[in-house]
């Protein structure tokens, strides 16, 4: 037989003792209480301070007094009733982006003959759009995507841009670069 019984009974291990807990042990523990008091004040603080804490005003006694002159005339030229006074054509200018084109001249045989006029490429039809309403310089128009707010000088739905908005006979129009005229239906 052997010495080992399993009806034996067997005293329970003890820790050894320990005199208290570590220097460093006590100095998380008390780093953990501080934080834990200062998460569940702090709240309070910013509730019962919100002077110190708040935004400042964005305006606050920081306007400008407008001078004593009187107001100036504006007045406003729509582009398509400007007049080019100048009888010189603008000379052309050379485009400074260098591309990866090369010209055909003298290759002419190698790869055939150059085109002897541009390709013309259609564009697609222009949509039409009607006029809804004129308000404060601005004009809503509507086509067949949706509803626009436009003003002079914004591209429009056929590909030109809105000249003027003005009142012909007592109702509104506007007209465009390309001279169309669209009445308020």
Do not use: C
Not at 108 to 128: C, M
Not at 159 to 169: C, G, I, P
């Amino acid at each position: 037989m052997t010495d080992f019984d399993a009806d034996k009974a067997v005293p329970p291990l003890r820790r050894s003792e320990v005199r208290g807990r570590s220097f460093a042990d006590r100095l998380l523990i008390t780093a953990g209480v501080t934080l834990a008091g200062l998460a569940a004040f702090f709240p309070w603080y910013v509730f019962l301070n919100p002077q110190e804490f708040s935004l400042p005003p964005l305006w606050q006694d920081a306007r400008r007094d407008l001078p004593d002159m009187p107001a100036k005339v504006v007045v406003s030229v729509s582009p398509a009733a400007m007049v080019d006074k100048d009888d010189v054509a603008p000379a052309p200018e050379l485009d400074p982006v260098r591309t990866a084109t090369v010209p055909n001249l003298g290759r002419e045989g190698a790869r055939g003959a150059a085109p002897s006029a541009p390709i013309e490429q259609p564009l697609p039809p222009p949509t039409g759009f009607r006029l809804m309403h004129v308000a404060n310089g601005r004009a809503m128009i509507e086509d067949a995507s949706g509803m626009y707010i436009v003003r002079v000088g914004s591209i429009l739905p056929d590909n030109s841009k809105l000249a003027t908005l003005e009142q012909r006979e007592g109702e509104w129009v506007i007209v465009t670069s390309k001279g169309d005229v669209y009445k308020r239906r």
